[in-house]
């Protein structure tokens, strides 16, 4: 430092905390005020006609994540960003009407309900179940959601072929910081691509993974087995797929069809 150099003293221990103080201060009003306009939200939505309908918009909630992501945050990690907007939007849902989740956990009961709060927040009602189809059944009333491990042990994604309403629209844990896809969330919700898409697809082929997926491959769809139960496999797709798409009724199988997408890890 050159000489004569005023040294800039650092804030004292009372300044940083008297200015945390006054943050929380700012934070809880702005919380408060936030939590409030739920209640604005489901008289508007009954105006319009849509009273009785589940809020859960998952496309919309991915393009505000990222957007929250994509701007400055200095010291504010990614989870920290996350943890705060998914309490708040499920919260917001949970005043808005209906809004319970259903986990089955198959081997690790304890970190499918881990990753179902971390989606979900601590606001809506949640039970664990002892089967997948209680998890599905949860899924099909009003404000429903299942959250089912994905394990070898159970096929119970291939019974989304079967349910044309239910689709899987997230895949959990959603930050790659927060560890591997284990489990994927079910409700009768829309399903809209948000630029960062994994599709689910449900397939009886009996071949080799790897040579399901060369097949796919060819047809320039990159594949990933995921999980193989009960003579079905299921892949997920790197990109977002209508059901309807060519390249998939070419796919080997006589009984297949996509079940849901859902954005990528939020951190990657």
Not at 4 to 25: F, Y
Request: proline fraction near 7%; glycine fraction near 10%.
């Amino acid at each position: 430092m050159a000489e004569g150099t005023p040294q800039t003293q650092p804030p004292s221990l009372d300044e940083v905390r008297a200015r945390i103080d006054a943050i929380d201060a700012d934070l809880l009003r702005l919380v408060v005020e936030r939590a409030a306009l739920a209640k604005d939200v489901a008289a508007a939505k009954a105006a319009a006609g849509d009273n009785g309908k589940f809020g859960l918009r998952p496309g919309r909630e991915t393009a505000l994540l990222k957007k929250l992501l994509a701007g400055p945050r200095n010291g504010a990690r990614p989870g920290l960003i996350v943890r705060i907007w998914r309490e708040l939007i499920g919260d917001s849902l949970a005043t808005q009407g209906p809004f319970h989740i259903a986990v089955w956990g198959g081997r690790d009961p304890g970190r499918a309900v881990d990753v179902a709060r971390l989606r979900f927040g601590a606001a809506p009602a949640l039970r664990q179940v002892a089967r997948p189809e209680d998890a599905i059944a949860e899924a099909r009333q009003l404000g429903g959601v299942a959250v089912c491990a994905l394990t070898p042990d159970s096929a119970w994604w291939g019974r989304l072929l079967a349910e044309p309403k239910l689709r899987v629209f997230a895949a959990l844990p959603c930050l790659a910081a927060w560890g591997p896809l284990s489990a994927l969330a079910v409700a009768e919700v829309e399903v809209e691509p948000t630029g960062a898409d994994n599709t689910f697809w449900v397939t009886d082929a009996p071949q080799a993974a790897k040579a399901i997926e060369e097949a796919l491959s060819r047809d320039g769809v990159a594949a990933t087995l995921m999980v193989e139960a009960g003579g079905l496999k299921l892949f997920l797709l790197a990109g977002y797929y209508q059901a309807s798409d060519p390249r998939l009724a070419r796919a080997p199988g006589k009984l297949s069809g996509v079940i849901g997408a859902a954005p990528g890890p939020l951190d990657v």
